[in-house]
């Protein structure tokens, strides 16, 4: 079952990255995207449209995330405190935080996007679409890294 | 430093993966006004995916087949060793897929480039949609493989 | 309590910023002081899957805390954002949203380095 929830997890952050990765390439670029290239149609996407996608699979990934976490806690951690691979689980410790801190961060982003009387707040909305970003490949290239050392049972 | 090469890997299978399925959903849409996530994700140029699907789809193969040794090497005689011989049997269909699908590349390539839009519609259809699933199954069993055995 | 006469003489608007605003602005502080501090409101014991409030012997595993962590800073920053009048953020400089939740991800590199110590 965990192995069922993992890949789940796994193709929710997918999904999730191609969403942020789109919304955070049209949101930071400074001049018109190059219609026939692929990174110009990478980036030439109505950012705003993909707000509601991030936030909802950000919620369900993190959901997935924290379900699968006691396998994580009981199986990987201490093969790798045994194996004196404590990088690798320093780099979980912060992926939980980060995913956290992503969580808090939501109702922020959402609302630089979403609401409309805001839309003076530009700067605001880049720096929290870009921490949101960062928090995304971050997780999701630790998580990789982790599951490459040890996988869910 | 397999690892790495492994997360490459995979880091090239994602936007495949994205790129082809943006693509192959697309190729099944009737044009209607895109207003939900779903139709908006399939309301794309599909022939602007071709090269891009093509390119990716050739490196992340070149990447699969560096990372192939290793996979032979260290997880799959551990996966005889612990019995899980069903895993295998996946690993075993992911190869042949990836090499079927890069096959039907270049008619992929002729069908979306080359050939109008307005003819041969099914042949697209049903070649976009092949690769799909196999770039599909390929990521999927990947991370159940992954899962059991990584390779560091 | 929220100010009745603040809540009423502010657009819905406002007051949806107000509140967001407020809850993207305690979690991360909440969260860090938790985490920094080891606080935990309750402990899960995946090997036996049970809560407890207190800490148990060894036979019932490792304990998680993270998700009485996750449980607080959503409470804490979901009060805040309900009882801060929204006045008191009308002035606030929008740019914290993004500030302190950044000075939180600093902070947790930082504090995570204590595993390169090992």
Not at chain 1, 36 to 49: C, H, I, K, P
Not at chain 2, 137 to 150: A, D
Request: aromatic share 16%; hydrophobic share 55%; glycine share 6%.
């Amino acid at each position: 079952m965990s192995t069922v929830l993992l890949i789940t997890h796994g193709l929710v952050a997918v999904a999730l990255i191609g969403a942020i990765t789109h919304q955070v390439l049209a949101l930071w670029r400074t001049a018109p995207a190059t219609p026939n290239t692929f990174f110009g149609r990478l980036r030439n996407v109505r950012a705003g449209s993909y707000a509601d996608a991030v936030a909802i699979l950000y919620a369900i990934d993190f959901l997935l995330g924290a379900i699968i976490y006691a396998s994580y806690r009981l199986e990987v951690r201490p093969y790798l405190e045994n194996a004196d691979l404590y990088i690798a689980a320093g780099s979980f410790e912060t992926k939980e935080h980060l995913a956290a801190l992503g969580l808090g961060l939501l109702p922020a982003y959402w609302l630089f996007w979403k609401a409309p009387a805001l839309t003076n707040h530009s700067t605001e909305r880049k720096y929290v679409t870009l921490l949101l970003a960062f928090y995304i490949w971050w997780n999701f290239l630790v998580g990789h890294v982790l599951n490459n050392i040890h996988g869910l049972p | 430093m397999i690892a790495f090469w492994d997360v490459l890997h995979a880091i090239f299978a994602m936007l495949l993966l994205g790129a082809v399925t943006h693509q192959g959903l697309s190729v099944w849409r009737k044009p209607a006004p895109a207003r939900a996530f779903i139709d908006r994700f399939r309301a794309v140029n599909g022939p602007g995916y071709a090269n891009a699907v093509v390119v990716l789809y050739l490196v992340t193969f070149a990447l699969g087949c560096y990372i192939y040794p290793p996979y032979v090497l260290d997880v799959k005689s551990s996966l005889f060793a612990a019995g899980l011989s069903g895993q295998v049997g996946l690993f075993q269909i992911k190869e042949h897929v990836a090499v079927v699908a890069l096959a039907l590349l270049p008619v992929y390539w002729h069908y979306w480039r080359t050939v109008p839009l307005t003819e041969d519609t099914g042949i697209r259809r049903f070649v976009t949609t092949v690769i799909m699933v196999a770039v599909w199954w390929n990521l999927v069993v990947g991370h159940i493989l992954n899962n059991t055995k990584g390779l560091v | 309590m929220a100010d009745p006469q603040s809540t009423l003489s502010r657009s819905p608007s406002e007051r949806l910023f107000s509140a967001l605003t407020v809850f993207s602005l305690v979690f991360p502080v909440v969260y860090v002081v938790l985490y920094y501090n080891e606080l935990a409101l309750f402990r899960f014991y995946p090997l036996v899957g049970e809560l407890h409030l207190n800490i148990q012997p060894t036979t019932f595993g490792p304990a998680m805390i993270y998700y009485g962590w996750i449980i607080v800073s959503t409470f804490a920053a979901a009060v805040a954002a309900a009882v801060v009048p929204s006045r008191w953020t009308a002035h606030l400089w929008a740019g914290w949203s993004w500030l302190v939740p950044a000075f939180a991800t600093l902070f947790t590199f930082i504090y995570e380095t204590r595993w390169l110590l090992h």
